[in-house]
């Protein structure tokens, strides 16, 4: 019986050996396969030659299971520019995951990517990619996440797409599909995102099955071709929290089934020509609304109450309709609005003195209404206001002295109306004394008067001309603004000989009753109240009957053409950009991509656009935000110029001044252009950077903090002179708090104190600072030099040997005076202890003693002799650690 057993136990055992073996074998042929693939993409470089089986699965990127199979390739912004047929997707069965989102791919999907059956997770946004979905793609039924966004696919969208039934999340967003939504897509009962958005050619009905795909929570088909009416099986859609519509065809009214969404937060119909009638009371069902957009439509009738209901409503659009009637008092209720524009109306009667009452709104736009009266003393309770116009109205009386007390206004249109009074009484004694900076300030065609006063100045855009003003006109008004902004005010003079321009006498133009053309709501959502709102602040009175002159002249520059035609604006840029095309983009940063546009003018622009994923981070969004709220404060001729900037959630971009000479760190890394900025024009541009640094930190209150200072974000113009530039992490230093905050900055630039402790002070940017100008001085970044300095500062390295020997040494005497300031500074600036880093003020000031100074020749200099003695900043100039000294 033993013996029987045993030879049991060897027939068990036999069999396996081999099947065991078999699979070993298997398994290591699929990851050799595997890793012969991935090395033949060469999308790792020169990676590891090992013939360790496994060793690509510590490649970057690649996550494998036990068995040394990839199952993940997460390759996000890696800056992979490839065709994608170069790729054997064939030759990875496990695969599950495959992100490839945000690089340089291109040429058609392969159709043997049907081979991956196991793939759940298929991104490929944001890249070249073009051609026809392969009908391969039908294969992956495992397939829960498919993301081909931001393409350049075309033809129609695949019917068997609808055969992924298990498909969550479908974005096919930004592409050139054609033809109509497959009826197919509706048996996906899984999704609970569908966004089709921004493809033109898409469009037609839309069929009542839409209302089978009860779990969507998201869906866009925004700026496409659809039509006809919406579908009343929209009602079905109870889980849906975003709805976009806008930008299409659509006729009729909005189905009454809509009213019964109550988990909508936001609703987008707008830009639909076609639709209107009467806004229903039921709108007020939708009590989780956050943001309500109809504008630029045909909506009639008086605004309904029940709008006073949305208790939740941050931003409420109704910009461009037909209403009439009076503004209902219970939208006073909603103090959650951040934003309420009701443009270009037919609303009448006086602004409620309850508008009070909206203490966090940010921007109220009611102008080209009918509105009556004055303006309510009240407005001044809206301590976070932005942006305000009533431009184009009938509203009289003065203007009263509680809008000075708004400190962040910014934008103020109250021109083409009844206003009198005159400037100095109602701004000059308090508004023009106070804190408050307009960057854009229009009273213009009103019935003001008395004289022009000087302060004026300080502020960006001012616009004063057809007004019954008088006296003498400041020459330097009308050399900043320009005589055409003082023009039809017939007792105002100029006197000609004093002016650095020619004669600029204020002749009164023939002109026609005033007629404003309030573009940026129409058509496109990016320039309603929501978000785009302060592009369409610079707009300026445009005549009934347009002269052949005047449509000439404006596209004469942008504040021309935002003054004269906001619609155009926007327009213009999408034409300047084939709407932000991937072959005008110049360049990437932290968090957008920035695009070069020339404008109808001749005039060459900047454009930083935060894309429509990144918009959707609330970093990205909260640092995109940020830059535009900074440059609004701040104006220095070493300062990126911000000439406008739409802040929609869904196209959000920032207009500069262009900087046609690129970063610094790009400049120096170029063998010829790194030539052209010789030792003083290297100079120049530390000593630009050192006076930037030194007005945010000194001459702005509260004080400025950069944050990012780096060879990256300095940009030079055509003579190689600096700005600073990237304001997305900048930060007011609160002089009370300990200013603690995660950090931020660029690798190789940041203080080193930021590695034990959060708190931020400007001694940060100094630090930044010093590295930056010890980069320009030697022609590359100075990480070698940063080590063996602190290790060995008594080291005697002669600064000959470190400058940047692409440029001959500088011989005279005055620029190796500068050279040798320039160093000592950038020592002082890197010292590890913040407390012995000068201000940024003691290196303006250093620049200015430093002409007087003599200076030995450049051969006999070491470094270690331009260390300055450890001495404290002033105490009365600086914080340290977050403590006054």
């Known amino acids: 019986m033993d013996v029987v057993c045993s030879g049991f136990v060897l027939l068990m055992i036999l069999p396996i050996a081999p099947v065991a073996i078999a699979g070993a074998a298997k398994e290591s042929a699929v990851n050799l396969l595997e890793a012969e693939a991935l090395r033949k993409s060469g999308w790792w470089g020169d990676t590891t030659t090992a013939t360790n089986v496994s060793a690509h699965c510590y490649w970057y990127g690649i996550i494998c299971n036990d068995a040394g199979s990839v199952t993940d390739i997460l390759l996000r912004n890696y800056g992979i520019l490839d065709e994608l047929t170069n790729f054997s997707f064939s030759s990875f069965p496990n695969l599950v995951s495959l992100d490839l989102i945000g690089n340089g791919l291109h040429g058609a999907i392969p159709h043997q990517i049907g081979a991956l059956s196991n793939l759940t997770y298929l991104t490929l946004s944001n890249n070249f990619i073009e051609g026809f979905i392969p009908s391969s793609i039908a294969n992956l039924t495992n397939l829960v996440t498919l993301n081909l966004s931001y393409n350049s696919f075309f033809g129609p969208i695949p019917p068997t797409l609808g055969q992924l039934s298990n498909l969550e999340f479908l974005d096919l967003s930004n592409n050139h599909f054609s033809g109509i939504i497959p009826s197919t897509l509706f048996n996906l009962t899984n999704l609970f995102w569908l966004d089709i958005h921004s493809n033109p050619k898409i469009g037609g009905f839309l069929p009542e099955e839409i209302g089978n795909l009860k779990s969507l929570t998201k869906l866009d088909l925004s700026n496409s071709r659809f039509s006809g009416s919406i579908p009343q099986t929209f009602g079905q859609l109870s889980n849906l929290d975003s709805l976009d519509l806008s930008n299409n065809h659509f006729n009729g009214t909005i189905p009454s089934a809509l009213f019964n969404l109550t988990n909508l937060s936001r609703l987008y119909i707008h830009s639909n020509p076609s639709m209107g009638g009467f806004l229903p009371k039921e709108i007020g069902n939708l009590k989780n609304l956050v943001e309500l957009d109809l504008s630029n439509s045909r909506f009639s009738g008086s605004i309904p109450p029940t709008l006073g209901q949305l208790s939740n409503l941050d931003s409420l659009n109704l910009s461009s309709n037909h209403f009439n009637g009076t503004i209902p008092s219970a939208l006073f209720n909603l103090t959650n609005l951040s934003q309420l524009d009701i443009h270009l109306n037919l609303i009448y009667g006086s602004i409620p003195s309850e508008i009070g009452n909206l203490k966090i709104l940010k921007f109220l736009v009611l102008g080209s209404n009918r509105l009556t009266g004055q303006i309510p003393p009240t407005l001044g309770n809206l301590n976070t206001l932005f942006s305000l116009d009533l431009s184009s109205n009938q509203i009289s009386g003065s203007i009263p002295l509680q809008l000075s007390d708004i400190y962040s206004l910014r934008f103020l249109d109250l021109s083409s109306n009844q206003l009198t009074g005159s400037i100095l009484t109602q701004?000059?004694?308090?508004?023009?004394?106070?804190?408050?900076?307009?960057?854009?300030?229009?009273?213009?065609?009103?019935?003001?008067?008395?004289?022009?006063?000087?302060?004026?100045?300080?502020?960006?855009?001012?616009?004063?001309?057809?007004?019954?003003?008088?006296?003498?006109?400041?020459?330097?008004?009308?050399?900043?603004?320009?005589?055409?902004?003082?023009?039809?005010?017939?007792?105002?003079?100029?006197?000609?000989?004093?002016?650095?321009?020619?004669?600029?006498?204020?002749?009164?133009?023939?002109?026609?009753?005033?007629?404003?053309?309030?573009?940026?709501?129409?058509?496109?959502?990016?320039?309603?109240?929501?978000?785009?709102?302060?592009?369409?602040?610079?707009?300026?009175?445009?005549?009934?009957?347009?002269?052949?002159?005047?449509?000439?002249?404006?596209?004469?520059?942008?504040?021309?053409?935002?003054?004269?035609?906001?619609?155009?604006?926007?327009?213009?840029?999408?034409?300047?950009?084939?709407?932000?095309?991937?072959?005008?983009?110049?360049?990437?940063?932290?968090?957008?991509?920035?695009?070069?546009?020339?404008?109808?003018?001749?005039?060459?622009?900047?454009?930083?656009?935060?894309?429509?994923?990144?918009?959707?981070?609330?970093?990205?969004?909260?640092?995109?935000?940020?830059?535009?709220?900074?440059?609004?404060?701040?104006?220095?001729?070493?300062?990126?110029?911000?000439?406008?900037?739409?802040?929609?959630?869904?196209?959000?971009?920032?207009?500069?001044?262009?900087?046609?000479?690129?970063?610094?760190?790009?400049?120096?890394?170029?063998?010829?252009?790194?030539?052209?900025?010789?030792?003083?024009?290297?100079?120049?541009?530390?000593?630009?950077?050192?006076?930037?640094?030194?007005?945010?930190?000194?001459?702005?209150?509260?004080?400025?903090?950069?944050?990012?200072?780096?060879?990256?974000?300095?940009?030079?113009?055509?003579?190689?002179?600096?700005?600073?530039?990237?304001?997305?992490?900048?930060?007011?230093?609160?002089?009370?708090?300990?200013?603690?905050?995660?950090?931020?900055?660029?690798?190789?630039?940041?203080?080193?104190?930021?590695?034990?402790?959060?708190?931020?002070?400007?001694?940060?940017?100094?630090?930044?600072?010093?590295?930056?100008?010890?980069?320009?001085?030697?022609?590359?970044?100075?990480?070698?030099?940063?080590?063996?300095?602190?290790?060995?500062?008594?080291?005697?390295?002669?600064?000959?040997?470190?400058?940047?020997?692409?440029?001959?040494?500088?011989?005279?005497?005055?620029?190796?005076?500068?050279?040798?300031?320039?160093?000592?500074?950038?020592?002082?600036?890197?010292?590890?202890?913040?407390?012995?880093?000068?201000?940024?003020?003691?290196?303006?000031?250093?620049?200015?003693?430093?002409?007087?100074?003599?200076?030995?020749?450049?051969?006999?200099?070491?470094?270690?002799?331009?260390?300055?003695?450890?001495?404290?900043?002033?105490?009365?100039?600086?914080?340290?650690?977050?403590?006054?000294?």
């Open 427 to 885: 701004f000059g004694d308090h508004i023009l004394k106070s804190e408050v900076y307009f960057l854009y300030f229009n009273l213009s065609h009103n019935i003001l008067s008395g004289t022009v006063p000087s302060s004026l100045l300080r502020l960006g855009n001012v616009d004063l001309s057809y007004n019954a003003l008088e006296g003498e006109l400041p020459c330097e008004l009308v050399n900043q603004f320009g005589s055409e902004n003082f023009a039809g005010n017939p007792d105002l003079r100029c006197p000609s000989t004093l002016c650095g321009i020619s004669p600029c006498v204020m002749k009164n133009h023939r002109h026609h009753p005033p007629y404003y053309i309030i573009g940026l709501g129409v058509p496109f959502l990016v320039f309603s109240l929501i978000g785009g709102l302060v592009l369409y602040i610079f707009h300026r009175t445009k005549v009934k009957k347009v002269e052949v002159e005047l449509m000439n002249n404006k596209h004469g520059d942008i504040f021309r053409i935002w003054n004269y035609d906001g619609h155009m604006a926007y327009e213009d840029i999408i034409k300047a950009t084939n709407d932000f095309d991937v072959s005008y983009c110049i360049g990437t940063g932290g968090y957008g991509s920035v695009y070069r546009a020339r404008l109808p003018s001749g005039k060459v622009v900047a454009l930083k656009k935060l894309n429509r994923l990144e918009g959707e981070n609330p970093n990205f969004d909260k640092s995109f935000r940020n830059e535009a709220d900074m440059l609004s404060k701040i104006r220095h001729r070493n300062i990126v110029k911000l000439f406008g900037f739409c802040l929609h959630k869904r196209c959000m971009f920032l207009i500069y001044e262009y900087m046609d000479r690129g970063s610094l760190f790009c400049i120096l890394r170029d063998e010829t252009e790194a030539m052209e900025l010789d030792w003083i024009k290297r100079v120049n541009l530390i000593k630009g950077i050192a006076s930037a640094l030194s007005y945010l930190h000194h001459d702005c209150d509260p004080p400025i903090i950069h944050r990012d200072v780096s060879s990256n974000n300095i940009l030079l113009n055509s003579q190689l002179e600096a700005t600073l530039s990237d304001f997305g992490t900048a930060r007011i230093l609160e002089l009370d708090s300990s200013n603690q905050t995660v950090i931020a900055g660029t690798f190789g630039y940041m203080a080193p104190e930021l590695a034990y402790t959060l708190v931020v002070t400007e001694k940060s940017d100094v630090y930044s600072f010093g590295v930056v100008v010890l980069e320009t001085l030697f022609g590359k970044h100075p990480q070698e030099f940063l080590s063996s300095f602190s290790s060995q500062p008594n080291e005697p390295i002669m600064l000959k040997d470190l400058l940047d020997a692409r440029l001959p040494p500088p011989t005279n005497p005055l620029v190796v005076r500068n050279v040798v300031v320039a160093t000592a500074l950038a020592l002082d600036c890197i010292n590890a202890n913040p407390k012995c880093r000068p201000t940024m003020q003691q290196v303006v000031n250093r620049f200015e003693v430093g002409r007087r100074e003599s200076t030995r020749p450049l051969h006999t200099i070491a470094v270690n002799q331009l260390v300055s003695p450890p001495v404290l900043s002033l105490p009365d100039q600086t914080y340290t650690d977050g403590q006054v000294v």
